[in-house]
């Protein structure tokens, strides 16, 4: 149907399209920050102290984690698109940001599958398998780290909460999964429009070595980002030892990454469990609430700024080359 629109009108509506993503992005931002009666950084301002929170060494350091987390993020997509098509580093950086800017404030972030395809004229359903691929093998680094950390959690801290519950849960998602995948007849099934046969056939494809550096750059990226909330308690003046905070940080991701939320909401789902988890270490809510707000500033807020500028750069006219 937009094919057939006159080319001023297809110039016009994608403008439309791209001014509300970038606008509907600012305003959540500017929202979550305005409408937080609970956040006040005034309180660890002090620029005249070199140990400030916001002091330059250590917004540079956090500025620099941040960058490193983003840039595993990249390879890992320009890792997994390979597999369709060969993309410069910087094709890989523009598609990630402006996907990340897209689904800032979609449900479930289901807005980055769709802008990722946008960029390919062909193979989009395969652009979308990837990035679930994605998605997943960072969902499964999460999982894995985060179920041990849970369980030496409530072990250590006596908590009267059943450790293996969210374990059998796990497993028995997996479980089914596994018998979706290898126990049933692979030609009768479909999957909103995605023949599950080519779906196995096409995850077979690809590579061990491509699925390999997937599984590490998730795992790098997930021990730059829980070290940089590990970070910002330090800085923040918790005096915890690593591997203690790591236990209670990988807790926080697991149950707030299973916790189901519309995207939008993610800071307050993030913010809820660690709120719970931290009281348990006795760490105060105002401290944890400041770094789970910059942490969001940080790694959403921050790219997502760079991403509008390639979401209003993004050319149209290949959305309507045939698939």
Avoid at 63 to 68: D, G, K, P, Q, W
Avoid at 173 to 194: D, E, P, Q
Avoid at 279 to 299: A, K
């Amino acid at each position: 149907m937009l094919g057939a629109l006159p080319h001023k009108t297809k110039q016009f509506f994608f403008l439309l399209i791209k001014l509300s993503i970038v606008f509907g992005a600012s305003y959540f931002i500017y929202n979550k920050l305005a409408n937080n009666p609970n956040l006040d950084f005034k309180v660890f301002i002090d620029f005249t102290s070199k140990n400030s929170v916001f002091s330059t060494k250590n917004i540079t350091f956090l500025v620099i984690l941040t960058i490193f987390n983003w840039f595993f993020e990249i390879l890992k997509w320009q890792n997994l698109v390979s597999v369709i098509k060969n993309i410069s580093f910087f094709e890989a950086l523009k598609q990630s940001l402006a996907s990340l800017t897209a689904s800032l404030f979609t449900p479930n972030r289901i807005g980055e599958y769709g802008a990722k395809a946008l960029y390919f004229s062909s193979s989009r359903k395969k652009v979308m398998l990837l990035n679930l691929i994605s998605n997943m093998s960072q969902m499964l680094i999460t999982t894995i780290l985060g179920g041990i950390g849970f369980i030496v959690f409530t072990s250590k801290y006596e908590i009267n909460i059943d450790s293996f519950k969210i374990l059998r849960i796990l497993v028995f998602g997996v479980m089914i999964i596994s018998f979706t995948v290898f126990g049933v007849r692979r030609n009768k099934i479909k999957i909103r429009g995605f023949d599950f046969s080519k779906i196995i056939d096409f995850i077979k494809s690809i590579s061990r070595i491509v699925i390999t550096k997937t599984f590490v750059f998730s795992l790098t990226r997930y021990l730059i980002f829980s070290f940089q909330f590990y970070y910002l308690l330090t800085i923040f003046g918790i005096d915890v030892y690593y591997i203690n905070a790591m236990i209670v940080i990988s807790s926080m991701y697991l149950l707030s990454s299973i916790i189901p939320s519309i995207f939008i909401f993610d800071v307050i789902v993030k913010g809820s469990v660690a709120l719970y988890l931290f009281n348990i270490v006795d760490v105060n809510d105002l401290t944890i609430l400041s770094i789970i707000t910059i942490m969001w500033l940080l790694n959403f807020v921050l790219p997502s700024i760079v991403g509008s500028a390639f979401v209003m750069s993004f050319n149209y006219k290949n959305t309507f080359k045939t698939n």
